[in-house]
């Protein structure tokens, strides 16, 4: 079994819709979160990064952290065809914090359509 | 790309033939990694190097191994290519203060390969 799951999708919205995008994990020792953004054929960029439950809020985006239930997830609201990407959640726990090993589900296809 | 390169992009090979991939970074940053993305399996890490001449495996190292010589450079190299190591590989380094930064790992463009 693998520490993080993350459903692939594809997930396919229309513009303005509310999407949902999760993972588990099954490693109670992460500590750390996020979600990177992948568009095609070019390298993940960092969109939230939290560390703690609750939620957190940049923009369009909020990231929310439930630890007792080992579940994170991202929300975009109002969303645009320019959120096309693969959006991947990452995750590291406190004693892989001194090599800065990430582990990564396996990434969610969205497609915002027109 | 937070001043990554990697080379070459393209490569197509053939079984049994050796490849080197090369990662190059302008932010003198001292931890770099190398991992291959493939459909279904997200990102996976291959090695990692926390210093010249200082690295370790990472989930997916068998067949591969890698060389740091210099602070910029992170070299992975297929010993003996095999189908199964077509994949596009990701060199990333990280981020140096601040807690956000310094879990943050800034990825370079990608080289996708392909062994025959």
């Known amino acids: 079994q693998k520490e993080v799951e993350q459903d692939p999708g594809p997930l396919s919205v229309p513009e303005g819709a509310i999407v949902s995008l999760n993972c588990t994990y099954s490693?109670?020792?992460?500590?750390?979160f996020m979600w990177y953004r992948q568009y095609s054929r070019k390298g993940p960029e960092l969109l939230m990064y939290t560390y703690s439950s609750g939620n957190k809020e940049d923009g369009r985006f909020t990231a929310q952290v439930d630890k007792s239930s080992k579940y994170i997830s991202l929300f975009i609201r109002d969303s645009q065809p320019s959120d096309s990407a693969t959006y991947l959640c990452?995750?590291?726990?406190?004693?892989?914090?001194?090599?800065?090993?990430?582990?990564f589900g396996q990434g969610t296809i969205l497609t915002v359509h027109p | 790309d937070a001043g990554i390169t990697q080379s070459p992009r393209h490569k197509v090979t053939e079984t049994g033939t050796p490849v080197t991939l090369r990662c190059h970074q302008t932010e003198n940053h001292r931890y770099m990694y190398w991992y291959r993305q493939d459909p279904g399996h997200g990102l996976r890490l291959i090695h990692y190097?926390?210093?010249?001449?200082?690295?370790d495996k990472g989930e997916v190292s068998d067949g591969y191994s890698v060389s740091r010589s210099k602070t910029e450079d992170f070299l992975l190299t297929l010993e003996s290519a095999t189908s199964s190591q077509t994949s596009v590989y990701f060199c990333?380094?990280?981020?140096?203060?601040?807690?956000?930064?310094?879990?943050?790992?800034?990825f370079g463009p990608g080289t996708r390969l392909t062994v025959l």
């Open positions: 490693n109670s020792a992460f500590q750390y």
């Open positions: 190097s926390y210093g010249v001449k200082d690295t």
């Open positions: 990333a380094i990280r981020g140096t203060s601040g807690a956000k930064s310094y879990n943050e790992q800034f």
């Open positions: 990452a995750m590291i726990n406190a004693g892989g914090t001194s090599y800065g090993k990430l582990t």
